[in-house]
């Protein structure tokens, strides 16, 4: 079973559809977790941090079940410019990213 | 301000040539990476250095050789290199590294074609 798994999609989706992503982990030990959104030939970009509680901004919604071992993100009202790739991050010493998550998003 | 600097942004080489890609950081951070992102895009940690101390070393050949010669640079010099290093290398930041609890900011990346 690989470390972190993610489904890579792509998901396309109309514009103002919700869309949610998983993010499936091993090691019962980590940590830390985010998500962050690469654009095609650009650098990853950190989005937000994951919590146990949850946490919110705007749109975005994140959530971390640890019993089930997998974070989810949850995006509202999608625009165009949500179009990119959404990567997960999970840590116990070390940072280890999903292969990342491709999201369309079409007028 | 770029927070996260890199040279070159593109680097172009033949097989067995020895080449340095350099980053900086102004963001005051102590703990600094590199990550290769293959042509899957499938991003990889390589090395990373807390206040100039390697911290995390990968299974990356010994051709790869990471250098920090404080803790707002690192470097990465690849020896005798080879087709399949072809991909993009980041450089990244975090304010810390107290077992990954801090956010990373990256570089621009730097993509690597060996032909």
């Known amino acids: 079973r690989k470390e972190v798994e993610q489904d890579p999609g792509p998901f396309n989706v109309p514009e103002g559809a919700t869309v949610a992503f998983n993010c499936t982990y091993s090691?019962?030990?980590?940590?830390?977790f985010f998500w962050y959104r690469q654009d095609c030939r650009k650098e990853p970009k950190l989005l937000m941090s994951v919590y146990s509680s949850g946490n919110e901004d705007g749109r975005f919604t994140a959530q971390l079940n640890r019993a089930s071992q997998y974070i989810s993100l949850l995006i509202r009202d999608s625009k165009l410019s949500d179009s990119a790739t959404y990567l997960c991050v999970v840590t116990s010493y070390i940072p280890t990213f999903g292969r990342g998550t491709s999201l369309i998003v079409h007028p | 301000d770029t927070a996260v600097s890199q040279t070159p942004k593109y680097l172009v080489t033949q097989m067995g040539n020895d080449k340095s890609i350099k980053c900086e950081q102004n963001?005051?951070?102590?703990?600094m990476y590199w990550y290769k992102q293959d042509s899957k895009k499938f991003l990889k940690i390589m090395f990373s250095y807390n206040n100039k101390e390697l911290i995390i070393n990968e299974t990356v050949p010994n051709r790869f050789s990471p250098k920090s010669p404080d803790k707002a640079h690192l470097n990465l010099h690849i020896n005798s290199l080879e087709l399949g290093d072809s991909a993009v290398y980041f450089c990244?930041?975090?304010?810390?590294?107290?077992?990954?609890?801090?956010?990373?900011?990256f570089g621009p990346g730097t993509r690597l074609t060996v032909t």
């Open positions: 963001l005051g951070h102590d703990t």
């Open positions: 990244a930041s975090s304010q810390d590294h107290g077992m990954g609890n801090y956010e990373q900011y």
């Open positions: 090691n019962s030990a980590s940590q830390s």
